[in-house]
């Protein structure tokens, strides 16, 4: 199963049984899975991984989770073998993310409020690295480098529209929103 994970910088897992040394491409295996308690953990929504590692600071990557998997209420993973596929940026993240909650549109939780990420309904500003709008007129901004996502939702669980963007000088400090055709538009009228 294809599945999310977060590292330090030096590709250690700091959380578990010590610290544990991985190499992206590289396939590890050990004994047991069971969830908050032995075998390699990684998250099915890339957001959960931001309860334990940071964005800027840590490493994030798409992992392949095979072996033997134990998942938990709080949607955990654990797996006897894992391998890191593919190393994430922060735009990535975001994207996944917003993929995750559009596969997922009836599952409660998706609202979270931190400094790496805010997934709001209706509106997102401030200073987390990825500011999230989810609605029927979604409306975002952030600071230069802030990225911002925008998921139209006419209706609980009808996702039609989403889309992922870096917000550049000139987009800093203004509002955006999707228009008729799911296209990022500058927001004229008041918010």
Known sequence: MIAFKGFSEDMTARYGKGRYQFLPGRTERTEKSKTASCGFHCCEDPFDCLRYYQLGRDRFFVVEAAGSIDEDEQNRISCTE???????????????????????????????????????????????????????????????????????????GEITAARVFTVTRQQAGKWYTLGRNGKIEEVTDAV
């Open 82 to 156: 894992i391998t890191p596929l593919q190393e994430l940026t922060i735009k990535q993240i975001a994207g996944y993310g917003m993929a995750y909650m559009v596969q997922h549109p009836l599952r409660e939780g998706w609202e979270r409020s931190g400094s790496d990420v805010s997934v709001s309904k209706d509106e997102a500003q401030g200073y987390a690295k990825i500011n999230i709008a989810r609605g029927r007129r979604p409306h975002a901004r952030g600071q230069e480098g802030t990225v911002i996502g925008l998921i139209q939702e006419p209706r609980k």
